[in-house]
């Protein structure tokens, strides 16, 4: 194929664009994601190179998920990932689920909007790089799958999230149509022919290319994608002690019962994803240990399998044995790995209710959600999917021992409940069938050390039978979310509390002063408590003059936001009584050196005197503020520091002066808002002054929101930070 296909429209020309970007790229295996309306997460749209099942993981990810396809557009740029190393230190949720060696691309899909994220994968063996040429062509490959999208969208025939990705076969990338699967001639073969006749169905070539096959030792076969036999040797036949037709088109782990452990599955997997040669060594009962020896390609996977101990190649290097048996699925248990990882970096009670919605609820193909926590007795409904807001209110807030529905029993035992349609659930609970109209349910007990948490609840709009495996797997997950959701409302409580503090210690509002227009803004720090020791404060001193205060306490915790408030106590004391500039600084230094305390404090004291048309200003070791003049003159104000508070008890702060015009504008701020790694502090505050040059004035608080925005604080933040800004306006006189 060297283009898409003429008069090809919609998912045609899509697929086939998709197929050829695979092709071209050499990729072993090709994802094309795409943005779901909410925008909250990415589905699964288009495979080529694997089955379904293999990534069901990754059928939905969300957009704020740590993952390359997520971050790919997340960030507008290509991802690239040249070996599982670099996977595991860059992605480490990621790599626990792809534990093989391999490269990876992800790369944006954009147009006139954001439509998804293309994934390529290659096997470990090529160039741990990727040149400008191969960059260039994937950019513009995800140029023209935008374009498609954007004439699907147009056409009303844009793929819709929830449904089974397209799969499309090898031979589309490769463009090579290959020969008809052997299954198909086997499917309608009523009795145990020849292997060789059986499998291959054709004469000459064919029948010759069997015969060699034949006399090899041994034995060989062939499984597509998807893990199913498509070809057996008799000699195959013999050593897996099966006729042909009991195999074809069969999965080896379920057709062999001495197969049927997840670690066969792994390496089926891992032949698949990698397209690296696999080994792995079987028992077959009583005591025959066999050898089977994958060798992948594009279009399936060819076996050769012999007798373990007798004479044969050397093993490619990635080997595991197979022979400690697991009690779920391999694809299950990848499935659980990543969710247990996911669960692990929620946060609060809502990322774990979104966690729970995004990927367990399709994972196992639910269409309901219904989770609830232990509050006073009472089961309180925190988040739900798929319900009406009237079946929740007749929900939430049941007793614990509560027969209403079988959650009060699955919390009283610990164990689980399934039921497969409404007639099971209405011979145990008869009105728990009309709350809602739903088919089937899973409560799920979260309980954690013996107490009980909360339930979890998932539904299904149909009749739905939940095999002993799914029920292995959500019962393992209800006791990971049990946990996750403990540590999550913990982590909430402590949440609101420090926001409660952080808030009373804070001015609740900036007072009016006449003659200035005043904002001020307070971020904690990303990581920690949302908690911190920087302050501002603004306070009228009599009819004609005002006082401004910002300040910093080291670190951002409880002890800096209690000190915090000692200090501005104590600022606004001294500067209650119409004290100069320094005599406040030194009152309040000498209050920190008598607590004796080891947290250090710098802080910036501004006196407005509008009569005499002044400001006098002190520094305690604090950044110098930023002055813009009414001509438009922005530049930090040259003022020279005293010692941080706390220090020496008989310090002296210098008093600078400077004129009070109409317009005179006024940045105060903590070093937060410009502490950039690698970047000098000198260049920094440079930078804030040609920012606050460029803003407009109209708006302080739009100003400050630009301020924050190009300083880069309102992201990723290390510290806390504090802005106060202050504007002397010429209409309204003191």
């Not at 109209?437 to 539904?459: E, H, I, N, T, Y």
Request: proline letters at 9%; glycine letters at 10%.
């Amino acid at each position: 194929m060297t283009g898409v296909r003429d008069g090809a429209t919609g998912v045609d020309a899509l697929d086939a664009a998709f197929a050829e970007t695979v092709r071209r790229t050499g990729a072993s295996i090709g994802a094309l994601y795409l943005l779901a309306p909410n925008e909250r997460h990415l589905f699964l749209d288009v495979l080529c190179g694997a089955p379904t099942r293999v990534a069901a993981p990754w059928a939905r990810i969300p957009v704020n998920a740590p993952a390359p396809v997520a971050e790919a557009l997340r960030e507008d740029r290509i991802v690239w990932i040249g070996s599982h190393e670099e996977m595991a230190r860059s992605y480490p949720r990621t790599a626990a689920v792809l534990p093989y060696p391999l490269a990876m691309a992800a790369a944006p899909v954009t147009g006139v909007r954001r439509w998804g994220a293309l994934l390529l994968m290659w096997p470990a063996g090529r160039p741990p790089y990727m040149t400008q040429r191969e960059r260039g062509h994937i950019t513009a490959s995800c140029g023209r799958l935008a374009r498609l999208l954007e004439e699907s969208s147009e056409g009303g025939s844009f793929p819709a999230p929830g449904g089974l990705p397209r799969v499309l076969a090898a031979e589309t990338a490769t463009g090579d149509p290959g020969p008809a699967p052997a299954t198909e001639t086997a499917a309608g073969d009523p009795g145990p022919a020849p292997a060789a006749e059986t499998a291959v169905g054709a004469a000459g070539p064919a029948l010759a290319a069997a015969d060699f096959i034949e006399r090899l030792p041994g034995g060989s076969c062939a499984l597509d994608l998807e893990g199913r036999f498509t070809y057996l040797s008799s000699g195959a036949c013999a050593l897996l002690g099966r006729d042909p037709g009991q195999l074809l088109g069969t999965l080896p782990w379920q057709s062999l019962r001495w197969l049927d452990d997840p670690g066969v599955e792994d390496r089926y997997r891992a032949a698949v994803i990698s397209r690296e040669p696999v080994v792995f060594t079987a028992c077959r009962p009583p005591d025959s240990w066999l050898d089977f020896h994958l060798y992948p390609d594009a279009s399936g996977i060819s076996v050769r399998i012999v007798p373990s101990g007798a004479p044969y190649p050397p093993a490619p290097a990635f080997r595991r044995s197979a022979r400690t048996a697991l009690p779920a699925r391999a694809g299950r248990l990848y499935q659980l790995t990543h969710l247990a990882a996911a669960l692990t970096e929620v946060v609060g009670v809502r990322d774990v209710i979104d966690l729970v919605a995004d990927q367990i609820m399709p994972a196992f193909d639910a269409q309901g959600l219904v989770l609830s926590m232990v509050d006073a007795g009472r089961l309180r409904i925190t988040g739900y999917r798929g319900y009406a807001p009237e079946a929740i209110e007749r929900l939430n807030g049941l007793a614990l021992d509560t027969r209403y529905t079988p959650a009060g029993q699955v919390l009283d035992t610990g164990l689980p409940a399934f039921f497969s349609d409404p007639e099971e659930m209405r011979r145990a609970y008869p009105e728990a069938t009309d709350v809602s109209d739903k088919q089937a349910w899973a409560f799920l007990p979260l309980v954690v050390a013996g107490r009980p948490v909360g339930c979890c609840v998932l539904s299904y709009d149909r009749p739905h039978t939940f095999p002993a495996e799914d029920r292995a797997v959500l019962t393992s997950l209800a006791g990971l979310v049990a946990h996750a959701l403990d540590r999550a409302r913990l982590y909430d409580t402590k949440h609101d509390l420090a926001h409660a503090l952080q808030q009373a210690l804070l001015p609740r509002a900036l007072p009016a002063v006449p003659g200035l227009r005043v904002a001020a803004r307070y971020l904690p720090a990303t990581r920690g408590m949302d908690i911190g020791g920087d302050f501002y404060d603004l306070m009228p001193l009599g009819a004609t003059g005002a006082a401004a205060v910002i300040g910093d306490v080291q670190g951002h915790d409880v002890a800096a936001a209690a000190l915090m408030g000692q200090v501005r106590t104590a600022v606004r004391a001294h500067a209650a009584l119409g004290t100069t500039p320094d005599r406040v600084l030194r009152g309040a230094n000498r209050l920190l050196t008598d607590l004796g305390g080891d947290l250090f404090v710098s802080c910036l004291y501004a006196r407005l005197d509008f009569a005499a048309r002044r400001v006098a200003l002190a520094s305690a070791g604090h950044p110098p503020p930023v002055l813009r003049l009414p001509g438009g003159e922005t530049r930090p104000l040259d003022l020279p520091p005293g010692p941080l508070l706390g220090i020496d008890p008989d310090a002296r702060f210098p008093v600078t002066e400077i004129p009070l015009t109409p317009g005179l504008m006024l940045a105060f701020y903590t070093d937060g808002l410009i502490e950039t790694p690698g970047v000098d502090l000198d260049d920094s505050i440079t930078d804030l002054a040609r920012h606050l040059a460029d803003a407009d004035d109209g708006d302080l608080d739009a100003l400050i929101d630009t301020l924050v925005a190009q300083s880069g604080a309102g992201r990723q933040r290390t510290d806390d930070v504090a802005l106060l800004v202050l504007r002397h306006t010429a209409d309204e006189p003191a």
